[in-house]
């Protein structure tokens, strides 16, 4: 069975750094593009940060770009999202989230990043 | 590529049949999946390749459409169906989700 756990979310005082993190297992990891999407309270779903499966191509959503930086580790089964210059707007619950042939089939809880001073 | 949803709420009785509907602004195909979300959980697949229902869902779910214009019925709503759901391209980077139904009671 496919598992997505992430972890590292909480509160941070604007224009802190926070580094999420996404253990996966129940499946071959390196196998499978994989995705940070964040949803903020009471809105839509957005796309901040995706890696393909051996890392080497990486996009992100125009919100993000300059200040969040996925990677990945194939060997720990693991995704990494780095947040810097973070804003009141990035406060959100962000999901992990696991791609095959385009679709999102495996999604983990989620972990919120609360952004206050 | 960009996904509008419509109409953003839906308010429907149970047993009534919903529509939602989802717009690209260029083609996808038949790329497109729909997500349903409940509040507090994370977004479950629900439809692929635009009319392929996923494990674990019945038949009162089905999609439609190719190109820019999809749909989402649900024929009678039950109590569990209530929630957001959210359309998704595939067919193109970067992959969009639209902006949601919520449908409610």
């Known amino acids: 069975e496919v598992h997505l756990v992430e972890s590292g979310g909480g509160l941070v005082q604007p224009g802190g750094s926070l580094r999420l993190s996404c253990a996966a297992s129940g499946f071959t990891f390196s196998d499978n593009t994989m995705h940070w999407v964040r949803q903020a309270p009471g809105k839509g779903l957005e796309f901040a940060a995706t890696?393909?499966?051996?890392?080497?191509?990486?996009s992100y959503a125009d919100s993000v770009k300059g200040r969040f930086s996925i990677s990945r580790d194939n060997s720990k089964n693991m995704v990494y999202l780095q947040m810097g210059s973070l804003r009141a707007d990035d406060m959100a619950v962000y999901y992990c989230?696991?791609?095959?042939?385009?679709?999102?089939?495996?999604w983990g809880r989620g972990t919120l990043v609360t952004v206050s001073s | 590529i960009v996904m509008t949803q419509s109409p953003g709420t839906l308010s429907v009785s149970p047993g009534e049949r919903a529509t939602l509907s989802c717009r690209a602004s260029q083609s996808v195909s038949s790329n497109l999946a729909w997500y349903q979300q409940k509040p507090g959980q994370a977004p479950r697949l629900l439809i692929s390749?635009?009319?392929t229902r996923a494990t674990g869902f019945p038949a009162r779910f089905s999609g439609s459409g190719s190109g820019t214009e999809f749909t989402l019925t649900i024929s009678s709503l039950q109590s569990e169906d209530f929630g957001l759901y959210y359309c998704q391209q595939y067919n193109n980077w970067p992959r969009t989700f639209g902006q949601g139904t919520k449908v409610e009671i």
């Open positions: 989230a696991r791609e095959s042939w385009g679709l999102l089939d495996s």
């Open positions: 390749d635009a009319s």
């Open positions: 890696i393909s499966a051996d890392g080497g191509g990486t």
